[in-house]
């Protein structure tokens, strides 16, 4: 399969400005802080959002500030951010682990003066800038079309089972804004293909042992289980080790999110069919150009799009593609 990139046109216009925007950086005295809080810190996924962001902070003469928690849960993450806020930083880039768990605690930064631009995830409903609701504060969503891309994993999954059979989604939990999005998009594509049933979604916390258990759980009701689209990271790493412990590698079809190094061995033994990998080091990139664009006095866009690149057994060699593995 060809590289295919998906960029939305509000990604071109933010290249745009902030091109604009990084030819005044020399003008600027000030050298601005600027905090990122992962999802968590030990996932491949940010960190390569980091380098990103280290790149374009290396660019403007900024500072960045990487502080996160263990493990994807608002629980670990709130303490964080509280001590992130008492530092005073210039701007708060943060991947809130909860749509609606991120509010008030993201609203003590805004009513500090802090300015927030959300990164991967988002609060409320994402549209920002409105003046209307309470999470519609944060100054800019930087991120993938997650709908889209779940879009994409149920073609790639419907094609790889022959447009029939049973799939599941596994996903890490409800409330989180990216892995909703993705499971939504591809239930909706799902219905284009009526000889498809698709199962109920098994939630995993983010923990790919519980993901591989619970394939092979699935499995066992039903035997003629046909594919699973892992829906992050660690749920596509979990189902595709619990399709190789049953024994099913090839026979049960795996569309994974996300690419982790170990992704290039799974698509070349045949356990993955076909990767989503998202663009992180932009998204961090993005994120702090914006916040540096907004420092600076320049309006910023509400929604800056990245885009994906797919990988499967065709492209997973070429350099254009292998460069958006993340990294370790
Ligand atoms: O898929 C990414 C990220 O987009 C999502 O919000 C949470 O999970 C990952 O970090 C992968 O583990």
């Known amino acids: 399969m060809e590289r295919r990139s998906f960029l939305k046109a509000s990604a071109v216009a933010a290249l745009v400005s902030v091109t604009a925007v990084a030819g005044q950086a020399q003008a600027q005295d000030k050298k601005f802080t600027i905090a990122l809080i992962p999802g968590l810190t030990t996932d491949a996924f940010y960190i390569t959002m980091r380098k990103g962001a280290e790149a374009a902070a290396a660019a403007v003469g900024a500072q960045l500030v990487f502080q996160g928690a263990p493990d994807f849960n608002p629980v670990t993450q709130v303490p964080v951010l509280d001590a992130i806020i008492a530092k005073k930083p210039d701007a708060i880039l943060i991947a809130p682990t909860d749509k609606d768990q991120l509010i008030q605690p993201l609203k003590k930064a805004s009513d500090a003066g802090i300015p927030v631009i959300t990164v991967d995830t988002f609060i409320g409903d994402g549209v920002y800038q409105t003046g209307k609701g309470d999470a519609e504060f944060p100054l800019a969503y930087v991120a993938s079309d997650n709908v889209l891309g779940g879009a994409i994993a149920a ?174």
């Open 155 to 328: 073609r790639a999954l419907a094609k790889a089972v022959g447009e029939k059979g049973k799939v599941y989604v596994s996903n890490v939990k409800p409330g989180i804004s990216t892995t909703d999005q993705r499971e939504e998009g591809f239930k909706e594509e799902m219905k284009k293909f009526p000889n498809i049933q698709v199962l109920e979604t098994q939630f995993n916390d983010d923990d790919a042992n519980k993901a591989a258990s619970q394939l092979q759980a699935v499995f066992a009701r039903n035997s003629d289980l046909d594919g699973v689209f892992g829906a992050n990271l660690f749920s596509a790493l979990g189902a595709a080790n619990g399709v190789q412990q049953a024994g099913q590698t090839g026979k049960i079809k795996v569309v994974a999110f996300d690419a982790p190094t170990s992704i290039v061995d799974n698509i070349n033994s045949g356990l993955v069919d076909l990767a989503i990998a998202q663009h992180p080091a932009e998204i961090g990139y993005f994120g702090v150009m914006a916040a540096y664009a907004h420092l600076t006095g320049n309006s910023i866009p509400t929604a800056i799009g990245t885009g994906f690149t797919v990988i499967d057994k065709s492209n997973v060699a070429d350099e254009n593609v292998a460069k958006f593995i993340y990294s370790n």
